[in-house]
């Protein structure tokens, strides 16, 4: 059954636009959680971490989905900037699941943001959604963030988007392409780190996919065959007619970001399968990192 309303908190970021643009072309109302003065009959003001959100507003929606969270690409990551990648993740997370944690078993199901970096750096494994955590500040913040959807209860459905990074031009793909067509990029590392990839596309699908299927639990967002740094980077230069060869040292990257974004970002090596979405008959757009890449720049 289609669902008929939708709430979205995040809903100005990438996945957010691109998701409430998917909802709203098939006729599904979209509501949308904003830090401002209500402007349309479809949005709700709230302030999370600060005030509690009104149980009603959510009744009756066929799922929440909890998009929040500052930008990871933001460097470097001062003492400061930490805490505003958690608390922009966490009092968001725990405004809604408090909120959904009082409709019992009425509520809608949450579908709460997380990221791949909860694996952290795991050369040589293959890793799917019973794997457990890694270490590093990223792998810690996800570890958090889903803790507290989880906060729910068990009565309120919750499934985890555990989605790795976006070959598209606003996300992985915004930093790398200046660099590509200055002729400046190459290897980061050694190169052969495995990078999981999805496209923005099957990002959108996969979400309404766990919603029209219930799915719960969490969800490995990432495409079906994985791609090392390097083959992704060589792709980008190929498709922009620009050379691919100055590589950079793992010590010139953690001296420009900082050891740990450099660790986490872009030398973290991890083989992520996505077996949930497998298993529950998702069809994918993008099969592989060339295919997503290909439409990106086509956009």
Same mark, same amino acid.
């Given at each position: 059954?289609? !669902?008929?309303?939708?709430?979205?908190?995040?809903?100005?970021?990438?996945?957010?636009?691109?998701?409430?643009?998917? /909802?709203?072309?098939?006729?599904?109302?979209?509501? =949308?959680?904003?830090?401002?003065? !209500?402007?349309?009959?479809? +949005?709700?003001?709230? @302030?999370?971490?600060?005030?509690?959100?009104?149980? @009603?507003?959510?009744?009756?929606?066929?799922?929440?989905?909890?998009?929040?969270? #500052?930008?990871?690409?933001? /460097?470097?990551? =001062? #003492?400061?900037?930490?805490?505003?990648?958690?608390?922009?993740?966490? @009092? %968001? $997370?725990?405004?809604?699941?408090?909120?959904?944690?009082?409709?019992?078993?009425? *509520?809608?199901?949450?579908?709460?943001?997380?990221?791949?970096?909860?694996?952290?750096?795991?050369?040589?494994? =293959?890793?799917? +959604?019973?794997?457990? %955590?890694?270490?590093? &500040?990223? #792998?810690?913040?996800?570890?958090?963030?889903? *803790? +507290?959807?989880?906060?729910?209860?068990?009565?309120?459905?919750?499934?985890?988007?555990?989605?790795?990074?976006?070959?598209?031009?606003?996300?992985? /793909?915004?930093?790398?392409?200046?660099?590509?067509? &200055?002729?400046?990029?190459?290897?980061?590392?050694?190169?052969?780190?495995?990078?999981?990839? &999805?496209?923005?596309?099957?990002?959108?699908? *996969?979400?309404?996919?766990?919603?029209?299927?219930?799915?719960?639990? %969490?969800?490995?967002? $990432?495409? !079906?065959? %994985?791609?090392?740094?390097?083959?992704?980077?060589?792709? /980008?230069?190929?498709?922009?007619?620009?050379?691919?060869?100055? !590589?950079?040292?793992?010590?010139?990257?953690?001296?420009?970001?900082?050891?740990?974004?450099?660790?986490?970002?872009?030398?973290?090596? *991890?083989?992520?399968?996505?077996?949930?979405?497998?298993?529950?008959?998702?069809?994918? $757009?993008?099969?592989? #990192?060339?295919?997503?890449?290909?439409?990106?720049?086509?956009?």
């Amino acid at each position: 059954m289609t !669902p008929t309303r939708i709430i979205i908190s995040g809903a100005s970021g990438l996945i957010g636009t691109a998701l409430r643009t998917s /909802l709203q072309a098939d006729g599904i109302q979209v509501t =949308t959680l904003v830090r401002r003065p !209500p402007r349309t009959s479809n +949005e709700i003001s709230w @302030d999370p971490g600060h005030t509690p959100l009104n149980p @009603d507003v959510l009744a009756g929606a066929e799922a929440v989905v909890n998009l929040n969270g #500052a930008s990871i690409g933001k /460097l470097p990551w =001062t #003492a400061k900037y930490r805490e505003i990648l958690r608390s922009s993740r966490l @009092d %968001p $997370t725990r405004t809604l699941a408090d909120a959904l944690h009082h409709l019992g078993p009425d *509520a809608p199901m949450l579908i709460s943001a997380s990221a791949t970096g909860i694996y952290g750096n795991r050369p040589g494994e =293959t890793l799917t +959604e019973t794997s457990p %955590p890694g270490d590093g &500040f990223l #792998a810690q913040l996800c570890t958090d963030w889903e *803790a +507290e959807a989880l906060t729910a209860g068990p009565e309120v459905k919750v499934a985890l988007l555990r989605t790795a990074s976006l070959l598209h031009p606003e996300a992985v /793909l915004k930093p790398l392409i200046p660099l590509t067509r &200055f002729g400046v990029s190459g290897p980061l590392g050694n190169g052969r780190q495995i990078w999981p990839w &999805f496209s923005l596309e099957d990002e959108v699908s *996969a979400i309404r996919h766990i919603i029209d299927n219930h799915i719960t639990g %969490p969800v490995n967002l $990432t495409g !079906p065959t %994985p791609a090392s740094a390097q083959a992704i980077g060589h792709h /980008l230069a190929k498709r922009l007619h620009r050379p691919y060869l100055l !590589p950079a040292p793992r010590w010139a990257l953690r001296r420009a970001i900082g050891r740990e974004a450099a660790n986490s970002l872009l030398l973290a090596d *991890a083989k992520i399968i996505p077996e949930v979405l497998t298993r529950t008959g998702f069809q994918f $757009t993008a099969h592989t #990192a060339r295919q997503a890449i290909d439409t990106a720049l086509q956009q």
